[in-house]
């Protein structure tokens, strides 16, 4: 009967974990299995279930009590749950089909199968349930713990050691890799040693012909790791030895499973906001920006990886957009020659807030000298739409509310905007409350801080003690959507693309802003940032500890969840917006963020 | 097209008495069998929740796309508890040939006249599906196909059509898409095109038993998604022909 399930037969040889049992064993196996579909976004194992798990497709994560990743599994990756863990073990991060043999099958098996029994016996591969009972200090370096598997590049190229030097160099140079793993003609498979960019220099520098065999010029015999191996250990080793490439082994049988990098190491560390705002400052043209920003919603996903908090993440972003415009306006400076007088580049929104993430676009604003000579505005006219064209290139969207410096209301003298500020600032409109949250997030990017600094200060001031003005805030801040509806259910957006989904920022953090931003006024605070803000507005004494800390709370958590729901996006090749299907949160995801709400919704009631 | 049925158990739909009713005429007319044991098993009310219902993933290869025409060449089946697809009872039956299988189709299934010849009568394949459905609800991708089949099937060897009740993977995903506003594009509703929208993995097409269990992998997925607590009623992804409900 088995032939007929040949196909999962098939891919469970192939798992490696298995390796060990005898292939009747596995045949054992096939039809005691069940099959499960977990969503992204839903916690594995789904109820708690324990038994032996098999990813055939998709990806999940498994951490430990303290949220730190532990493993990412993968096609064909297994993991034993001997016993119903408290809590799930973590969330499934890719849609996911799982082989799922449940406990008491796994026993039935065992009882009857000795091969089966050893093979859980021993191997107990990855026992997961008594890590997460254990409680161990939280580590801070998740290089410490985190396994090779999940850092390491699969599939890595594999030739023989007959090659030449110079096919081996363009074997290397068409995959795109900087370390080529060799083999004996005698057994393809298994790596004997390997070729780096460093030994094909070293062979170019000491005159050795090309067309010698790679062999001759290879490192051996190799260093290896396994897949479970923390990645600190493996980072020692390869600093004991003075390489840069590890090949990774599966632990069963020694067969090859992939290849770790030193860059992979550092990449993990999250140094990569460094290296890219480097890369930015370096461009040339808006060409090289263009590149060098392909890589912004990577770092995104290394950033939330890597665990930081949302806090960290948009000032990250922020950082590197910052870069990125200030790169943008010393090119054009270059090419369309020096500005005429003095100037300032303004960002507002959530750039000038430091708050931004991938998915963001532009606020923007220019403030020029007031001795500007005859016709400079033509100059700025041109840096502006210049600018602004090169940050959507780089994907920074241009502003749906033009909000930009192409628009005259936005490229000002000096004293122009003191004067509009004055006005929406002590006297303002109704609709004239949009532009007053723009002035008052509003931060210089670039050029002279001494032409705007002044104004902001002096709005600052007279916006303090304008009624009409803290109204105005207010009464925005609490026109903003509400994101619970009756009986606690969240607000879907109704139509359009996002239909059926929550929009996170418009619902979850505006309103948060909204309300930093009064209470900050009206302390007098300069700060932007929303989290600063409200703990400025608790300092003075505007709203009380609680309701600071709640919101603060509030605002970390839903952007939190936003960053992690870009990763996703990100990681599964689709641009990111702010549109949760909430359908998709675990239960304690949407309690929180149901309590994340309410918090909003009840500082609304009682601070506005 | 999802049935308009209300959750609530109580407020049966019309067209669910007179399902019942036609399943019960259907019982009294069937031979003594398994047939006849699946139309007599009850029949789980339209406002069970999905996570409880039982289902048996089917699908059938066939000579055409014709019931009146073509013939079943096999069946494969594989019983899902909620969306949990079971192995243990994953089977499958090769029809007995009573005639040259078309070359064209062979081609797609695999499956030649000599390998035909060594399959089993009709009606004992039937059974054993008949078997495997009593107290399921069954799941098909394209039902039109199977529901005709078996229809025909049963009218030629018991001279009654069996009312089936029947979830449709194509007409959920599609209206799944719909709802979501994504273009479907041309084949976009193939079974195969769809799993891999879902991240299910690439099983060889035209074996009944894998394309049972891919539509069942495709039902489970499309659950995940419309009803990830599981308690969608049963009745709102039956699919039937619009007399019945």
Redesign the interface.
Known sequence: MNG??E??RE?LDRCPDLAPLPAASRDAF??????????EG?RFPPDTEPGLWIV???TLEIRDVHDTLRDRLGEGDLVHIPAAPEQSLGPVT????VY?LPLDRVRELAARDGAIAQFLADDAPRPLASEHGAHEAPDHNRLLTTPVRALMTSNPVLAASTLSLREAARLMDRSDISALLLHTPDRPGEPCGILTDTDLRRAIANGVDPEQPASRSMAHPLTTVHRGTPAFEALLRMARHDIHHLPVVHEADGSLAGILSSTDLIRHQGTSAIYLVRDLRRADDLADLKDIMQALPRLQVQLVDSGADAMQITQTITTVIDTLTQRLIEICERDQGSPPCAYAWLASGSQGRHEQTVFTDQDTALIIADDAPEGADDWFAALAQKVTAGLDACGIRACPGDVDPTHPDWRRPAADWAREMDRVLQHPAPRDAMLATHYLDMRVIHGDAALFEPLRQRALETGARHEALLNALAGQARDLPAPLGFFRQFVLEDSG?H?DTLDLKMRGLLPIVAMARVFALHAGSEARGTVERLRAAARSGVINDTTADNLVDAWLYIANLRARHQARQIRKGQSPDNALDP??LSTLERSHLKTAFRLVNDARKTAL | MVCPVPAAEWLRPPGHWRFCHARRRAARSAPPGALRAFLEAPMAPAGQPVAASRFLAVDLETTGLDPEQDRILSMGWVAMDGTRIDLATADHRLVRAEGPVPEASAVIHRITDQHAATGVPLDEALDALFRALAGRVMVAHHAALEIGFLEQACQRLYGIRPPLAIVDTLRLAETALRRAGQPIPAHGLRLHTLRARYNLPAYRAHDALFDAIAAGELFAALLSRQSPDGQLPLGRVLFRPAWLW
């Open positions: 007929e399930l196909e999962i891919f096939v039809r005691q299995l069940t099959l499960r579909y977990l969503r839903s055939r497709t998709g890719e849609d996911a089909l799922h693309e239909a359908a998709g």
